[in-house]
């Protein structure tokens, strides 16, 4: 069995009127247009423009449509102010419609139906809708029983809750109809305007027209209207609106003292080109004249090549303030990093000592003559290239140097190193090799002789002779 729920549909308003009529009613409407768009009406009237009558006890059905995906809350308030939600009810929760998509309330085959129950008089069907879900919290509790009664304090309400979000993404629509015995009450044939401003007792024109003061409240015709507000000492505000039938439209204008006149700041530079920034932002190269507010501009020039060029200036109102900027070239060095294998070696630059390994140094782009020494082992030697802001390195692996070993007979003999033949010295004569740094054993054989046997320790570099005396064997 259906279960019959009294209709307590919408009259959303700002101002609460004491009798039902159908004069223009404070209700809340984006000023601003949207894509988004929603169209509220009732089964005698679909397209909720006709204000239809219904009679106490009769059924009645609601339909909404969106043009695009959107979640949607329908809201109703009888002529004596009380306030009742139709969608979400505590029936049909789902508020969200895609594009195109026309919904009915109650839906065919629900288990609730609408009945008209009075009182007689005016009644309303708001409808509002959201991209996003809107927090309904401060108008229905979680059993969706209503928070407040009274249209002004409805409006108030739903300002509230749509406040947080882009006003590109919400809108409304209202629908009329009429229950009771009595002949419908003429539409709406004009809409409203509420303009306030901080400060107040700013000139309002409308479509041109001085209209008052503010605060005002002024009744339009449907359509696009012009409004401008002018009070001395602040800039002119200018708005455009588009205001419906019994739609009231509030414009709170926050009115701003003109800007203080500015002040010419002009920079040049040697040489020219150079981009220029003030406070952080280019506004183009040498020569360049900018208007500029009043106050501390930091002003900064950059020109490739050449160092950047800071300065803070004064601008004052009504002056001009120059900056000639006289720009460094940048010493084009790099950077030459030498380590060595062993390390501790020194380092010559162009045949001049600069330090010991491992060595960095800042240079003059060019090509440089490089040398590395370390006792005991060869030179390492080479010609580097150190470019402008690019780093060199070197690593130096210095070889050891090889012993100098010198051999002297008094007869002449075969000389053995290390149990390897090396040479032959002759009677009275020597002989010179190399050999690895460290211990070696020198054996000189000659026939008839006895060995000659010695032992030496070479270090790198060094030079040692060894003078072999061999005797004779005796048979």
Do not use: C
């Amino acid at each position: 069995m259906k279960r019959a729920i009294a209709l307590l549909m919408l009259g959303l308003g700002l101002v609460a009127h004491a009798e039902p009529q159908l004069s223009p009613q404070n209700i809340v409407v984006n000023p601003v247009p949207t894509e988004l768009q929603v169209q509220v009406g009732v089964d005698r009237d679909p397209a909720g423009r006709a204000n239809p009558v219904y009679q106490i006890g009769e059924k009645i059905v609601v339909n909404v449509s969106v043009n695009q995906d959107a979640y949607v809350y329908l809201f109703g308030v009888y002529p004596n102010g009380e306030i009742s939600p139709i969608l979400p009810n505590p029936y049909d929760r789902d508020n969200f419609l895609r594009a195109g998509e026309t919904r009915r309330f109650p839906p065919v085959g629900a288990r609730y139906e609408f009945t008209i129950d009075g009182p007689e008089g005016q009644h309303r069907v708001l409808a509002l809708a959201s991209k996003r879900p809107l927090n309904v919290g401060s108008i229905i509790d979680s059993s969706l029983r209503p928070l407040v009664r009274g249209a002004d304090a409805l409006g108030r309400a739903i300002a509230i809750v749509v406040d947080p979000i882009p006003d590109q993404e919400w809108v409304t629509d209202v629908t009329f109809f009429t229950v009771g015995r009595s002949q419908p009450q003429p539409q709406p044939v004009t809409g409203t305007l509420n303009v306030t401003s901080n400060p107040q007792g700013a000139q309002v024109f409308v479509d041109g027209r001085l209209v008052g003061n503010t605060p005002i409240s002024v009744s339009v015709q449907p359509g696009r209207h012009d409004i401008e507000l002018r009070l001395a000492g602040y800039d002119t505000y200018r708005t455009s609106v588009n205001v419906g039938l019994g739609q009231v439209i509030s414009i709170n204008a926050t009115l701003e003292r003109p800007r203080p006149a500015t002040g010419t700041l002009v920079v040049n530079s040697s040489p020219q080109g150079a981009q220029v920034f003030i406070d952080g932002r280019l506004v183009g190269n040498t020569p360049i004249s900018v208007s500029l507010n009043p106050g501390r501009a930091d002003v900064e020039l950059r020109l490739d090549g050449y160092d950047v060029f800071r300065t803070s200036v004064v601008i004052n109102p009504g002056q001009t303030t120059s900056v000639n900027a006289g720009l460094n070239a940048q010493r084009r060095t790099g950077v030459l990093n030498v380590t060595s294998n062993p390390s501790g070696a020194d380092v010559y630059i162009n045949n001049q000592r600069v330090g010991r390994t491992p060595y960095s140094v800042q240079l003059n782009e060019g090509t440089y003559d490089l040398r590395v020494s370390l006792p005991g082992h060869a030179d390492y030697r080479t010609t580097v290239r150190v470019d402008r802001n690019q780093e060199t390195r070197i690593n130096a692996q210095l070889a050891p140097l090889r012993a100098q070993l010198t051999v002297s007979s008094n007869v002449e003999a075969r000389v053995f190193v290390d149990g390897r033949e090396v040479g032959t010295v002759g009677s009275g004569g020597s002989v010179r090799f190399e050999v690895d740094p460290g211990r070696h054993q020198v054996v000189l054989i000659a026939p008839g002789y006895r060995a000659f046997v010695t032992e030496v320790n070479l270090r790198s570099g060094e030079n040692e002779t060894i003078r072999a005396n061999l005797s004779r064997l005796n048979f």
